[in-house]
């Protein structure tokens, strides 16, 4: 009689732990699918910022030169940060959209994203110290055109800097949201 209730409740423990490695499973799924929709707008913001940068290196010269009567050297300055843009934004992003983030263990992706977002943080408050030089360079280039040309300039920089700010407001908060996921 004893080995009956022994047997029924090893069955009744197989049964149990299987439930539980099945509920791991459909989790560890969950988790991934989660992650990989933020690992996507993460994907649309660095694109977003990539098409932004090569627009303006596009346009720049033209505009910067022939309608607004700017210098060559402004020009160039601005293509060469345009560049650098492109190139830190390609490697502060690069562990977080690579295909791999989800392939490590909860400690090591949650460091990623962490290196992440204070790579991104810092990248953020450099560019916008070199911004605000671009800018003040900028409004002095076009101070000798007419002065609509200046308050076109100084809208288009506040618009500017509004809509890159909504951005890194919410790539940071999708990194927030990543790494609360990975903690939980």
């Avoid at 562990?95 to 490590?104: E, I, R």
């Avoid at 991104?120 to 002095?140: E, F, P």
């Avoid at 700010?165 to 903690?183: P, S």
Wanted: proline letters at 1%; aromatic letters at 10%; hydrophobic letters at 50%.
């Amino acid at each position: 009689m004893e080995e009956m209730d022994f047997d029924e409740m090893r069955n009744q423990i197989a049964i149990l732990k299987n439930k539980l490695d099945k509920q791991e499973i459909v989790s560890q799924k969950l988790l991934e699918g989660v992650m990989q929709t933020k690992v996507d707008k993460l994907k649309r913001k660095r694109l977003i910022q990539a098409i932004c940068a090569l627009y303006v290196m596009i346009v720049a010269p033209w505009t910067f030169h022939t309608i607004m009567g700017g210098s060559w050297t402004f020009v160039v300055i601005t293509e060469l940060f345009m560049m650098l843009c492109l190139v830190i934004n390609y490697f502060v992003f690069k562990p977080v959209v690579g295909n791999d983030l989800m392939n490590g263990n909860v400690l090591d992706v949650t460091t990623t994203l962490l290196t992440f977002k204070r790579n991104y943080k810092r990248w953020i408050w450099t560019g916008a110290i070199l911004l605000i030089v671009w800018i003040s360079w900028l409004i002095l280039e076009t101070m000798h055109s007419d002065q609509y040309m200046t308050i076109g300039v100084i809208v288009g920089g506040i618009g500017g800097a509004l809509a890159g700010w909504r951005v890194n407001r919410t790539t940071l908060k999708t990194a927030d949201e990543m790494i609360e996921q990975m903690n939980q």
